[in-house]
Structure formats: structure tokens, C-alpha cells
């Protein structure tokens, strides 16, 4: 699976550009998230490990950045009848709140079972919510069906170059925060933020391995890259709540050509990868966020020959908008 | 209870000068620890706050300054044969890592209650660990017998001018990264923390107000500065298992001098504090850490006028290592 750097990035949703513009748009908004590093990690994964926190973003992961992106990209006739969006809760609390930092009104369809923290920051932020079935039909349909009544502007959680060239801001900053990184772990869903920090970090530095770390339950994008198309699961099943979505077609071009490998890990090994963000970085990071963690510390990576030369790799904890109930009960106490 | 400016530093057990030379010193093994903000959490305190991160100090916790410079501090001779000290974890934590980095043994004593995760760290960084019983003559008496046993020099957790030193340093970069501050608020126990912040602080920026934050059930920084000279407590009684200790010989000066007042909070305060701290910063706070916060929150400050020109306050958030257990049985579920 070595990517095809042959490839123009004139054919993606998203540039090197269209990525420092974004970085550009979104810099009187959002945090630039610390780098933390834990000597007793890295004795642990045998390699210097560096951790981007997303879980200090605005609206608590990433996705705050592709959602102020979109939003400030809109011109003034578009904006004002606001947006609208279906997602599992970090994308809807994070357009939530670029929204109400523009003055429009934010419409969104939450699946019914999505975490409680979630729907509670949609809502701190202004977000006006539609609950929809748990399924992706119900959320389309509920979607539909709200734009028709608004007229609001569709802005999508991963499938739209707003979003990725907004994710890919945090390959500028994580490179400049660690320049010595030789390989960036990323989870992936949609696959909005895999492309913005692989389109970027591939720009600086085309040396750079990308990894996507993948839910058991949820491994479309492995089988994606196995079969060479975008492949659909009937069912999800894992614990991680934000990585349930699949690739679309502007997000499979850039994982197809630019991701070099997609690692996946299951349920326990997600779950042992948030306790030890808590008990040793000592920040609260949702399964999502920590699956990066589970990739670096998994036999699929630790036994595999070919990433005996990952010596300083950067993992992106993504977010952590996780109830402690949750936390605390997934625990093998 | 003004401070009295006119004092010299000249009578304390540390002083700027010092703070800056254990700054040097600790500056290869230390982290330097990210401020972070949040709009939630300054609409909520209807002030600008900024959050001085040390439970992502090495060790979990502000502490390893001071041992890293007490330790380093030690000539040759002196350290070859070992550290001893008795505490309740986080500097019996902090001790064993620096004592590790230089190469030499760490004869712990910790009392029998102390909480599991301080335990453990202390074995993690190769701590030899004598348990007392819980209080405070039992501490001494064994550590006594170690320092019979050993030879090896006693590193006291707070009331020392090497450990006050290297608690300062937490100033220094703490007002460089955040220039603006007016307040800091900062939680007292032993004492070391607060008065090397202060004294590094005050003599930056006279003008700056310094707060010491306090449980209820053991304000003996507040007895003592309404009484005027050090008032020990016959027993203490709080969930901030950091915040027992009492004020020594050496930081007693300081605090009556410098420290312009002591904000009292309950447990309760604390333990809601602690929630904010794991819902909206997403990071893990013991106690003893998020009191800081407690304090800002509580209605002794927001409606004590003397308070209403506080508008950028910088809290340090001094260590992070709760057992989650005790996290989720805390809350109000």
C-alpha cells in the first residue's frame, strides 16, 4: 500500500493553499493546542512519542477548526440563513459554536444514542437540535428535511474542502511545534482530518509517514485501501462514538494516495489507551482521541518490521468530550 | 492583612535571585508546562482566567521543581548516599525522579492512607518506600530512623530554601506566558509553592496580588494570618489530600509578608471544581489542584468587592494524580 506520490494535488478537495488560507481564517478563533510528551509513554512504546491536544480546542477536539473554516468562508448571503449539519456530536458542537461567533444560526441533527456531553455542548454553544434515528439514512433524511425548511447552507463533518483544509491546519502547527516528527498517527472516520494533515504534512515534508489508526468495528478505510475503492460497512460496532462514519469521495482520493497505512485496533485496546491518557498525560481524552495511542502500542505496529524506523511519531489526540460515567465503567477496575 | 512591601528579601529562605539559579538548574529535566484558557470557564467566573498546568509536570505535579533543585543543589558527597523525605506523594513522587536522574537512592516515607496513584509513582521512579501511620509524629519518627539507618540527607517537601526556590520557577515562565496577570491564585499547604510564586512574582511585578487558596478543614494559613504567627491545626479534615501540611519556620515569613489574603472553599467547592476542570479544560486535577478554581468560583470572592479589579487571574493547577475512582465517586452523579 505505498501511496502514489505521482499524484497532482490538483485534483483534491484541498491543498497546501487552500490550508495556510484556512490557517490564516481561523486564527483569531482557535487555540493553538499544546504538545505534551510523557517520558513513561515512550518507555512504554519504545519510541519518542508526541501528543497534539485537540481535547484543548474550542468546543473540546479538532473539528472546531474545519467547522470555523467553512463557516468564515461563507460570503454574507450564504451565512445568513445559517447551517446546517448531521453528526455525531464534535462536529455539531464545534459548528455550534463557529456559528455563534458569526452571528447565524446553527441547525443540527444529532443521532439519538450520541454522548450526553456532546448534545450538552451543542447546546451551550446555541446550536438548535434535531434528534434523528441512530442510522445514516435518518440522519440524511433529517438533514433534507431541515435545510428545505431554513434554506440554511449543508456543511458536512468530513466530506468537504473547507473542512479538510481547516484539519490540515494542525499539521503547520504540529510540524513547527516538533519539526523532528517522522510520522503522524491519525484516527480516521470521515477521513476530514487524515486528509488535511496528510495534504499538508506531505507538502512540508513528503518524507513524512501518515498512519491512520481504525476501530476493529468500524474498518471501512482498511478495507477501503484492501479493495482499492471506497468500501461501506452494514453495521459499526465500537466504543469509539466519533469514528463510525465512512470515507467519501473527496476524503478517499487524498487516503487512497497519501495515507501509507491504515493500523487497526480493537475496543480494549482503545479503552487501555484512554486510561493511560488519564492516569499518565493526565487529560481526559474520548475513545476516538485515544485511538491513536492504541495504534502505537498495538502488536500490529510494535511486531511490524517496517515501522522499526518510526522514532519520533506525533499522535493527535482529537478530543475529549467523553462522560466520566463512561470513562470510569469501561475501566477493568 | 496588606502584605508589608517594606521587608526585605534578605530575611527569607529564598529570593529571586535563587529562583532564577533553580531555573537553570531544573530547565534540562523539567517540563515547561502550557497555560491554557477557556471561554466557558472565564463566562462562568466573569473573569479572564489563565491555567497554569502543572498536573502535566513531570511526576504529575508542580513538585518535581523543587526536588529536581533541591537535589541538584546536593555536591557530591552529600548525595551519594540518597534522599530521604516523608510525604503524602506527589514530592515523595517528584524526590524519587529526581533522585533516579542524578543516579542516587530515595528513601520514601509515605502515610498509610495516602491515595494509590501517588503510591505507585513513587515505585515507578524507583522510590524505596517505608509506610507510616497517618500522622504527622509518625511521619518523622520513621523518617528519622531511615536518616539513622542511611546516612542519607532529609529534603524536606516545602519548608526549605531549595524546594521554595524551585516552586518559584512556576512564576517565571508563568508570567512570561501569560504577561497580562494581575492575581495569582495559588493553593497553600506547607507553604513552598506559594512563597516562591509570590516572592518571584512580587518581585517582577510589585503590583500583583497574590491569593493562597485553603480547604475549610485545614486553614491553618488562614488562622495563621488572622492570628499573626503560625497556627497549627490539632486536625484536618479535607478530600485535598495535597493540602494537609502546615506552614514551617521558613515559609511562614513569606506568607505573612506576601501573600495578600486566603481564600477559604469547602470540599464540596473543591470537588465541583475538579468537575469543571475534567468537563470543559478535559484535564485530570486532583483536589489539591483544582482549588484554585474552587476559590475563583466561590461567593467569598465574587462578591467580595476588594476582588472586582481582579480581571486576568492566573491559577495554577498544581498536579493531577487522582485515582479516577475517586473522581467518579465524588461527583454528584
Same mark, same amino acid.
Given at each position: ?206 518524507? !513524512?509517514?501518515?498512519? /491512520?489508526? +481504525? %476501530?476493529? =468495528? $468500524? ?6 485501501? *484492501?479493495? @482499492? ?50 492516569? !499518565?498525560?493526565?487529560? /481526559?481524552? +474520548? %475513545?476516538? =482521541? $485515544? ?6 502500542? *498495538?502488536? @500490529? ?33
Amino acid at each position: 500500500m505505498e501511496p502514489n506520490h505521482t499524484k497532482s494535488s490538483d485534483c483534491y478537495a484541498a491543498d497546501i493553499s487552500s490550508i495556510r488560507e484556512a490557517q490564516i481564517r481561523i486564527k483569531p478563533f482557535a487555540q493553538q493546542t499544546p504538545v505534551l510528551t510523557s517520558d513513561t509513554l515512550d518507555s512504554i512504546a519504545g519510541r519518542k512519542l508526541y501528543f497534539k491536544c485537540e481535547c484543548f480546542q474550542k468546543g473540546g477536539a479538532f473539528k472546531f477548526r474545519g467547522a470555523c473554516n467553512a463557516i468564515f468562508s461563507l460570503d454574507d448571503d450564504q451565512a445568513t440563513k445559517g447551517v446546517v449539519t448531521h453528526s455525531s456530536g464534535n462536529h455539531a458542537a464545534a459548528l455550534s459554536l463557529a456559528a455563534k461567533l458569526r452571528g447565524i444560526p446553527a441547525y443540527i441533527v444529532i443521532p439519538k444514542d450520541a454522548p450526553k456531553c456532546k448534545v450538552a455542548n451543542v447546546k451551550r454553544y446555541g446550536g438548535q437540535v434535531f434528534f434523528s434515528e441512530p442510522s445514516m439514512q435518518s440522519r440524511v433524511d433529517t438533514a433534507n428535511k431541515v435545510l428545505q425548511d431554513t434554506g440554511a447552507v449543508l456543511i458536512p463533518s468530513s466530506n468537504d474542502g473547507r473542512i479538510i483544509s481547516g484539519q490540515g491546519t494542525i499539521s503547520l502547527e504540529f510540524l513547527e511545534q516538533a519539526s523532528y516528527i517522522d510520522t503522524l498517527i491519525v484516527p480516521i472516520s470521515g477521513g476530514g482530518m487524515i486528509s488535511g494533515v496528510a495534504l499538508a504534512a506531505k507538502a512540508i515534508n513528503p518524507a !513524512i509517514r501518515i498512519l /491512520a489508526a +481504525e %476501530p476493529m =468495528g $468500524a474498518n471501512d478505510a482498511f478495507q477501503s485501501k *484492501s479493495n @482499492g475503492r471506497i468500501t461501506k460497512l452494514s453495521e459499526v460496532n465500537t466504543i469509539a462514538d466519533g469514528l463510525r462514519a465512512f470515507l467519501g469521495d473527496l476524503t478517499w482520493p487524498i487516503v487512497r494516495d497519501l495515507v501509507d497505512d491504515v493500523i487497526v485496533v480493537d475496543d480494549k485496546e482503545i479503552i487501555q489507551a484512554m486510561k493511560l491518557c488519564y492516569e !499518565i498525560l493526565k487529560i /481526559a481524552v +474520548e %475513545p476516538s =482521541g $485515544a485511538i491513536g495511542l492504541a495504534a502505537v502500542l *498495538s502488536d @500490529g505496529f510494535q511486531k511490524n518490521p517496517v515501522y522499526s524506523e518510526c522514532n519520533h511519531i506525533g499522535i493527535v489526540l482529537s478530543g475529549g468530550n467523553v462522560d466520566l460515567g463512561v470513562l470510569w465503567n469501561s475501566f477493568d477496575k
